[in-house]
Nanobody
Framework: QVQLVESGGDLVQPGGSLKLSCVYSGFSLYDRAIGWFRQAPGKERESVACHSEDTASTYYAHFAQGRFLMTKDSAKDTVYLQMDKLEADDSAVYYC????????????????????WGKGTLVTVSS
């Protein structure tokens, strides 16, 4: 049974940092793309970052480049999203999701390419 469980969301001040975790189970990262996505109130869900084990590549949305870093710990079946220099516009529910590897092959995975989702973790950036 495929599961993705996010954690680490919190209230943080503008300019602060936060590290999200996603523990996955029921599948291997090989032949899979795994990524982070977010959805703010009243807005569509958008891609943040994705990783393909097959190509050893990680891709980021423009707004995430230079501020967010996606990493993984294969021994713990966990991927992380380190977020620095947070802004109010980063406030959203952050989701971890998985799809076929080709969705994160050469470019950032689209939301519609993911077929397994976690329940999300809430990040609020506010003073």
């Amino acid at each position: 049974q495929v599961q993705l469980v996010e954690s680490g969301g919190d209230l943080v001040q503008p300019g602060g940092s936060l590290k999200l975790s996603c523990v996955y189970s029921g599948f291997s990262l090989y032949d899979r793309a795994i990524g982070w996505f977010r959805q703010a109130p009243g807005k569509e869900r958008e891609s943040v970052a994705c990783h393909s084990e097959d190509t050893a590549s990680t891709y980021y949305a423009h707004f995430a480049q230079g501020r967010f870093l996606m990493t993984k710990d294969s021994a713990k079946d966990t991927v992380y999203l380190q977020m620095d220099k947070l802004e109010a516009d980063d406030s959203a529910v952050y989701y971890c999701a998985m799809g076929a590897y080709y969705w994160c092959s050469g470019s950032l995975a689209p939301v519609h390419g993911m077929n397994q989702w976690g329940k999300g973790t809430l990040v609020t950036v506010s003073s």
